[in-house]
């Protein structure tokens, strides 16, 4: 019984290696996306299209990349600042006494 089910998940596990793309390929084509094998221009013109198109996507993914680390700074100086006014007031509270 056990060995069925053990034979049943290396099939099945054999099965779904078939079916991924190799690292070779997945590596090869990762920073050239529109030069993946799995897609086919009629054109040249085509191909510039889909590069431009790859290029704009990543463009922005990086500007959304670079705001949110921007907003994550602005946040963590603004925390600092208060943190910083804390301490502040509480010494000035300290000396008061």
Do not use: C
Request: no cysteine; hydrophobic share 40%.
């Amino acid at each position: 019984m056990l060995s069925m089910i053990v034979s049943r998940e290396v099939e099945a596990q054999l099965e779904n290696l078939w079916n991924k793309p190799s690292n070779g390929t997945t590596n090869a084509h990762h920073k050239l996306p529109w030069q993946n094998p799995s897609m086919i221009y009629n054109s040249a013109v085509e191909e510039k299209l889909a590069r431009r198109h790859f290029e704009e996507q990543a463009a922005a993914e990086n500007r959304a990349l670079a705001a949110g680390k921007a907003a994550v700074q602005d946040r963590e100086a603004s925390v600092e600042a208060a943190l910083a006014r804390t301490a502040l007031a509480e010494q000035m509270s300290v000396q008061d006494e």
